[in-house]
C-alpha cells in the first residue's frame, strides 16, 4: 500500500515538474477529454445521490438523540440562532463564543453532538468519513451535507472583520505555504499556481478568489470514484496524504484554519449546494 502511494506521489511529481515539454497533442487531447469529463459531471450533478445524504440529514438533525436525548433542531447554535440553518453554512468557519473557538461547519456540528446530545468525541471520530466500503455515509457527513444544502444560492460569506477569524485566515495562510515532509512540499507546491494538473485533476489556485471558488464549490460532495458521499474535511485530510504530511487529526484547528483560508478566499462566490466531484 505504502509503497503505491509512494509511487502515485512520485509520478505526480514527476508530471508537475517535469519537462514542461508538454505536448502540444496531448494538451489537446487533455482538453477534450476534461471537457468531456466535466459535461458528464454536470449532467449528473441534476439528480446528484447526496440529496439522499441531505435528507438523512435532515432527519438526523430533527431527531432527538444522543445520551441526552436531545434533537439539534432545539439545541444546536450554527451562528445565527438556535433552528436557524439557512446561509448558516456559507459564514462558516466563524468565532462561536461559546466554544471560544473558531469552527468550521462540520467541527460546529461535532462540538453540538458533544456537548449538546452527549455523544463522544472519540466515538465520532473514530470513523468520520465514508470509506470505499461502506454502504452509507456517517451520520456527521449526512449532517453535514444537510445544512450545506441550506445554503444553496448564497454567497460565501466568512467575517474577516472578526479578530479571532482574522488571526485564524493567517495561520490557514502561512500552513497552505509551509513546506515539510520527505518532499518538501506545501499545498502551494501543487495549488500555487495557475493551470497545475496531475492526472486529469485541475488544480486550483487557492491564493486567488477563482481557484478557491473552484476548491470550495461543490462541497460537501458525492464522489464519483468509489460512489462516496465526502465533506471538506475528509478533502484536507485527502490532500495532507497527498502532501506527504501525517493526516491531521479529526476536525483539528489546523483544519478549521486551512478552511477559513479557503472559504474566507470565495467569499461573494455564490454557494451551489452539495455537488458531484469525480
Ligand atoms: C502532491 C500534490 C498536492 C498537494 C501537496 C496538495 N494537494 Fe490538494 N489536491 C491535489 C489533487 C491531485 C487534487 C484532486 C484530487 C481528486 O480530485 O481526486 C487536490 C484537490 C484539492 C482540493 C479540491 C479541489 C476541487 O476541485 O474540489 C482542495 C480544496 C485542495 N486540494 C486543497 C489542498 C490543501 C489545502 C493542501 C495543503 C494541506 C493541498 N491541497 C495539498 C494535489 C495536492
Not at 33 to 58: C, Q, T
Not at 86 to 111: H, L, N
Request: proline share 5%; charged share 25%; aromatic share 8%.
Amino acid at each position: 500500500m505504502r509503497k503505491t502511494l509512494l509511487g502515485s506521489v512520485c509520478a505526480a511529481l514527476g508530471l508537475l515538474l517535469g519537462p514542461i515539454a508538454a505536448h502540444a497533442q496531448a494538451e489537446i487531447d487533455h482538453a477534450k477529454a476534461a471537457k468531456e469529463f466535466e459535461k458528464f459531471r454536470a449532467e449528473m450533478e441534476d439528480s446528484n445521490p447526496a440529496e439522499l445524504n441531505e435528507l438523512r440529514g435532515e432527519e438526523l438533525w430533527h431527531a432527538k438523540r444522543g445520551p441526552k436525548n436531545v434533537s439539534l433542531a432545539e439545541s444546536c447554535d450554527l451562528g445565527l440562532g438556535i433552528g436557524k440553518l439557512e446561509g448558516a453554512y456559507v459564514q462558516m468557519p466563524r468565532y462561536f463564543q461559546d466554544a471560544d473557538a473558531v469552527m468550521d461547519a462540520e467541527r460546529r456540528i461535532v462540538w453540538c453532538m458533544v456537548e449538546k446530545q452527549g455523544f463522544k468525541f472519540e466515538d465520532i471520530a473514530k470513523k468520520p468519513f465514508q470509506g470505499p466500503n461502506d454502504t452509507s455515509a456517517p451520520d456527521i457527513t449526512n449532517l453535514v451535507m444537510y445544512v450545506a444544502g441550506l445554503s444553496r444560492g448564497k454567497p460565501f460569506a466568512v467575517d474577516l472583520k472578526h479578530p479571532k477569524v482574522r488571526e485564524v485566515y493567517e495561520l490557514g495562510k502561512e500552513v497552505a505555504q509551509y513546506r515539510a515532509g520527505p518532499f518538501d512540499f506545501a499545498c502551494n507546491t501543487c495549488h500555487g499556481a495557475e493551470g497545475k494538473r496531475i492526472r486529469m485533476q485541475d488544480l486550483p489556485k487557492i491564493s486567488t478568489k477563482e481557484g478557491a471558488a473552484k476548491a470550495v464549490l461543490g462541497w460537501p460532495a458525492w464522489r464519483m470514484t468509489g460512489g462516496v458521499a465526502l465533506t471538506m474535511q475528509w478533502r484536507m485530510n485527502d490532500c495532507f496524504r497527498q502532501q506527504r504530511f501525517p493526516e491531521p487529526k479529526y476536525a483539528s484547528d489546523t483544519i478549521t484554519a486551512l478552511l477559513t483560508y479557503l472559504t474566507a478566499n470565495a467569499n461573494g462566490v455564490i454557494y451551489k449546494g452539495p455537488g458531484i466531484k469525480r
